[in-house]
C-alpha cells in the first residue's frame, strides 16, 4: 500500500464538521453563519471555532454587517480554500479506488 | 446539502492514521506491528496507541506469538472491522459525489 495519500490529507479539513463546513461553501458563493449553523445542527460556539481555524488557515473569508440591525455574518471560500478542497477531495478519492475492500 | 454522511462518518476510523491502519488491513489477511510500523512511517507509540482503540472498537483482532525467541504480533479486520470499513468507504464516496467542487 502507498501510505502517501494518508500523510497528505488536510488536518485542518479532515476534521469532521470543518469538512462539512468547506463542503456546503464549496457548492455556495456563501452562506451565512445561521444557515450553516441549522443545516448542520451545530452549537454557536462549535461552529465559531471551526471557522475560526478555517479563517487562520486562509480557507475562508469572513464578512460581517447587518441586516435589520441584528449582526449578519457570511462566510465564503477563498481561492486558496477552494484549492485545499479540491486537492483533498482528490486524495480522499485516491484512497477509495486504492483501498476498496474486495466484496 | 444532506449533512447526514458526514454525521455519521465513524469518528474511529476517520482518524488519518487509523484510517491507514484499516486500509492496510483491508487489503490482507493478516500485517505483523513491524510491517505497519515501517510502511506507515509511524513510531512504536503512536502505532501502539492506535491498534488499542481499533481493537477497543472491536474492529481488529491482536494475536501475539514468538518468532525465533522474539515476540511477533500480528493484527487482522475482525468481521465488525470490515464491515465498520466498508460502512466508511461508502460514506465516503458519497460525500465525494455530493460535494465534488464544480470545476
Redesign the interface.
Given at each position: 500500500?502507498n501510505?502517501e495519500p494518508?500523510?497528505q490529507?488536510d488536518?485542518v479539513i479532515?476534521e469532521?464538521?470543518r469538512?462539512?463546513i468547506m463542503?456546503?461553501l464549496?457548492?455556495s458563493p456563501e452562506l451565512s453563519f445561521i444557515e450553516m449553523r441549522d443545516?448542520?445542527?451545530m452549537t454557536d460556539g462549535n461552529l465559531t471555532t471551526h471557522i475560526r481555524t478555517l479563517q487562520e488557515s486562509g480557507y475562508i473569508s469572513i464578512s460581517k454587517s447587518y441586516q435589520n440591525n441584528r449582526p449578519h455574518t457570511t462566510c465564503s471560500l477563498t481561492p486558496s480554500g477552494?484549492k485545499a478542497?479540491?486537492g483533498y477531495?482528490n486524495l480522499?478519492?485516491q484512497?477509495?479506488q486504492?483501498?476498496?475492500?474486495k466484496q
Open positions: 500500500m501510505p494518508f500523510l490529507l488536518r479532515h469532521k464538521g469538512l462539512a463542503s456546503m464549496a457548492a443545516a448542520l445542527n477552494k478542497f479540491t477531495i480522499l478519492e484512497i477509495i486504492q483501498n476498496k475492500p
